[in-house]
């Protein structure tokens, strides 16, 4: 039974937007009208709101709201850096650009202005009245300085003089010394002081050094039940600011935040050399102009108005901050082994019946296709796939596309390691993913050194999509073997966001990733492909396609229907095709975790179309589209989520489950689980807005991540039993009936 919606929750005013309505003749209007969209900012907030429910949540462990706390404040800082910037770039050039909405930039910046206020009063209330008194219950309290009894502060001065001191640097700014170039996200003190009592004021600047903890863990005893004190770095640096001015009168001391435009700008026709242009633009990028200034609440009028001059901002662009400047400050708290019995129980994701450790990975996959579903299923074997082809003889070469990856990578060790055994390497390294351009300048650095051959993508597109190609000679003839994936090759990220891996040496599949790679490092032009939709060359157009196939079973009186999960629904022309469908009676169930520009359950329009958002524990990250196709589905996973960016600016891969027991797996068990969801899951309505659902009296309540993390339990149990005796394989991800949930 479908569940019904609640009213939204209770904290932020709900973002209320237009509703589309009929012409006079009661005939809709075309599916381009501004008001068939949402706007593309507002809905990234909406989602925002949506993490800051779950750290509303007084059902989650304590530590995990706080943890979602810092998710809102960092999704923020990246929402002010890159999206907040670029329409301010807009309304400074007096652009007259609308976006489908019909808003103009103008509009977007005072709706999201007004968004944003609100939400983060809502996240620091939520600190200061509920959090933080909860916290202190359970023996974890964060000390006001100026209040530490005797023997804390004695320590405190002691930290002080001997930790921080020697660190801070007074940078006075005056008419010989201008403001100083601050970087992006750094936290300052605004310092005025003056000679002698009624004396001309000076002022100065002080920043808190990046090198320290922001959250100082005091000394604690040595019994169990002893609290765990902390203290503010910058309240510390605060409380003793005056020995860093000796002989001056003190006037007053603010600590605040600038957060700067950190998008890149490169000509790629222009840039001789791309990782040296891209390594000077990352130097300028933490000094771009700056568009959000932090202060705290009680900073005076004067002091704010001088920020807000020094930085060239408005009163819109000013957030008074009645707590830790940034909730990131707390992320000691989440890091604290120590308080584990305040966060979600250890999950330890189970091992592919297929794939147990020490399998001959090779050997599998000539032998089936294999699918893992992360973080439930481990990403180990994606690593040990790569590891073994470093290590092999009989492999010959490696092609990698890498686009984020963690800073120790495992997998960027193998590919150094197989080119100095003098494999052929060859690595597609995005230089340009954001907020990993320095990280991703590292490894190809390394990996040239090595003997690699490092391809830095293609001019003026981002390779996005993830791919590896293993050239191995077996005992019968060379054969290709392919993983193919929705998310990156980073075993962190692949402990925290949901992804699928595809293991195949499918000889079709795999000759056609094979002609991915030698378009994308050669000369070649894109030769089309019957397996693989690739952007952006045909991935928007074959889309439509499948959306329209569905339309047209529907229009012929067969059954349509399309279940999409994405990140992110922007593009305006395949919102339009799924208005088309929707309007032919094509039932579509969209899962979109954040932005989607599409408005559902409008009369004459989209009634057709319902849209769920999940968010949880996991970063919901995988892409998969099905399409029913009168009972012949088509099934795919993806790197690509369906925005103008995906199918225009970037090099995406969605590639087809054709094994049959992986179809069954995705279609009927995967899928329901997310479309089903009564308990992460938020819907959205017409207007914009997201609400929970409700389940009727007796119904059964249903989570996605819950159900996928009990399964893999139950698989790592039954994996554990097959090496004491012999069992049956099972399908990954497949259980009993019984045992499902």
């Known amino acids: 039974m479908q569940s019904k919606a609640q009213q939204p929750a209770a904290g932020i005013p709900a973002n ?197 903890p922001r959250l100082i863990l005091m000394p604690r005893g040595k019994g169990e039940d002893e609290p765990w004190d902390y203290i503010y770095l910058a309240a510390l640096i605060k409380h003793n600011i005056v020995e860093l001015f000796p002989g001056l009168l003190l006037d007053g001391v603010h600590a605040f935040r600038v957060t700067r435009n950190s998008d890149l700008y490169i000509d790629e026709e222009e840039a001789d050399n ?40 408005g009163e819109p662009d000013l957030y008074k901050i009645n707590g830790p400047l940034t909730m990131t400050h707390l992320t000691p708290l989440v890091t604290n082994d120590a308080f584990a ?179 994308l490092t050669g000369l070649a032009s894109y030769p089309g492909l019957e397996k693989l939709m690739v952007a952006p060359f045909d991935l928007s157009k074959r889309i439509m396609a499948l959306i329209e196939r569905e339309r047209d079973h529907a229009l012929e009186g067969r059954r349509g229907h399309m279940i999409v999960k994405l990140n992110s629904l922007v593009d305006q022309e395949i919102i339009e095709k ?10 579509i169930d969209l899962i979109v975790r954040g932005i989607c520009c599409l408005r559902p359950k409008v009369p004459g329009l989209s009634e057709n179309i319902r849209v769920i958002s999940i968010v949880g524990r996991f970063l919901e990250h995988s892409r998969i589209y099905y399409f029913a196709n009168d009972g012949n589905p088509a099934i795919y996973l993806a790197s690509a989520d369906w925005m103008p960016r995906n199918f225009v600016r970037r090099v995406e891969i969605a590639f087809p489950i054709e094994d049959p027991a992986l179809r069954e797996e995705l279609i009927n068990e995967v899928l329901p689980c997310f479309v089903n969801d009564t308990v992460k899951a938020r819907e959205l309505q017409a207007d914009g807005t997201y609400v929970p659902l409700k389940t009727d009296e007796g119904e059964p309540r249903v989570q996605a991540q819950w159900q996928f993390r009990e399964l893999s339990r139950g698989q790592a149990r039954r994996l554990a039993e097959s090496q004491k005796a012999p069992t049956i394989k099972l399908s990954p991800l497949t259980t009993p009936k019984k045992e499902r949930s």
Not at 357 to 369: C, G, N, T
Not at 414 to 421: G, H
């Open 16 to 212: 209320i937007v237009p509703l589309p309505d009929q012409s006079p003749q009661g005939q809709p209007k075309p599916l381009s009208a501004p008001e068939n969209f949402i706007n593309r900012e507002l809905s990234w907030l909406e989602f925002n709101r949506r993490v800051f429910e779950e750290a509303q949540d007084p059902t989650q462990p304590l530590i995990e709201r706080v943890k979602f706390l810092i998710i809102v404040s960092s999704n923020l800082d990246e929402f002010f850096e890159v999206r907040v910037a670029g329409i301010k770039q807009q309304i400074e050039s007096a652009t007259s650009d609308v976006g489908p909405d019909g808003l103009t930039p103008t509009d977007t910046f005072n709706a999201i202005q007004r968004t944003a206020h609100d939400m983060v009063a809502a996240q620091y209330a939520l600190w200061r009245d509920e959090l933080v008194p909860v916290l202190a219950k359970h023996g974890v309290r964060i000390h006001d300085v100026t209040q530490l009894n005797a023997k804390r502060a004695a320590w405190a001065r002691r930290y002080f003089h001997e930790e921080v001191f020697p660190m801070l640097t007074p940078l006075a700014v005056d008419a010989s010394h201008p403001f100083p170039q601050l970087l992006n996200k750094s936290h300052n003190l605004l310092v005025r002081a003056r000679e002698s009592k009624g004396g001309e004021p000076l002022h100065a600047i002080v920043q808190v050094p990046r090198v320290l």
């Open 274 to 313: 791309l990782l040296r242009s891209i390594e000077q633009e990352l130097r300028r990028s933490s000094r771009g102009d700056a568009v959000r200034l932090e202060v705290e609440a009680d900073c005076p009028r004067d002091f704010r108005e001088l920020l807000l001059e020094f930085f060239d901002l």
């Open 341 to 519: 019995n305040l966060k979600d129980r250890v999950f330890k994701p189970g091992r592919d019946p297929a794939l147990p450790p020490h399998a001959k990975i090779f050997e599998v996959m000539r032998q089936q296709d294999v699918l893992l579903h992360h973080p439930y299923e481990s990403y180990d074997p994606v690593v040990e796939l790569i590891e073994s082809a470093a290590e092999d003889p009989h492999v010959l070469a490696l092609k990698i596309t890498l686009y984020r990856t963690s800073g120790d990578s495992p997998i960027v060790e193998a590919l150094i390691r197989a080119a100095n055994a003098g494999k052929q390497v060859t690595a597609l390294v995005e230089l340009r993913a954001r907020f990993d351009e320095a990280a991703n300048i590292q490894w190809a650095r390394r990996l040239e050194e090595a003997g690699a051959h490092v391809v830095y993508g293609v001019v003026g597109l981002k390779t996005h999509c993830k791919a590896l190609l293993i050239v191995r000679r077996d005992t019968d003839r060379l054969r290709h073997y392919v993983h193919l994936g929705t998310g990156n090759y980073h075993p962190r990220t692949a402990r925290i966001y949901t992804d699928f891996s595809l293991f195949t040496t499918n000889p079709k599949l795999t000759e056609e990733v094979a002609i991915v790679f030698n378009t």
């Open 578 to 587: 799924l208005y088309e469908a929707s309007r032919a009676g094509v039932n």
